[in-house]
């Protein structure tokens, strides 16, 4: 079992940044693909961004390309999401998520999720 807590969202006017954290228990963390997903109101859960174990493979949704960034730093079990130039289309809550396979966007393929963090833009 593997528990992730997100943290660093909140309130934001468009143009500006925020950048996501997601802590993550466990001992095996450098082998887990990390990824972000985000769900807005009355909208499906879609895929943001994803990163390989190494930190070397990253994967990204054409919505956020070029604007947000993932990293990680296994010696702290942590993920990040670094967010910039963001729009109102941003917002949503974010949640973070374990997949034990390759990189991928596809929802399905992350076994563990955490409880999500609010990110609001503003016009």
């Known amino acids: 079992q593997v528990q992730l807590v997100e943290s660093g969202g909140g309130l934001v006017q468009a143009g500006g940044s925020l950048r996501l954290s997601c802590a993550a228990s466990g001992r095996t963390f450098s082998t887990y693909t990390m990824g972000w997903f985000r769900q807005a109101p009355r909208k499906e859960r879609e895929f943001v961004a994803a990163?390989?174990?190494?930190?070397?493979?990253?994967y990204y949704a054409d919505p956020v390309k070029g604007r947000f960034t993932i990293s990680r730093d296994n010696a702290k079990n942590t993920v990040y999401l670094q967010m910039n130039s963001l729009k109102p289309e941003d917002t949503a809550v974010y949640y973070c998520?374990?997949?034990?396979?390759?990189?991928?966007?596809?929802?399905?393929?992350?076994?563990?999720w955490g409880q999500g963090t609010q990110v609001t833009v503003s016009s």
């Open positions: 990163i390989g174990g190494s930190g070397g493979s990253t």
């Open positions: 998520a374990v997949g034990l396979g390759p990189v991928t966007g596809w929802r399905t393929q992350y076994d563990y």
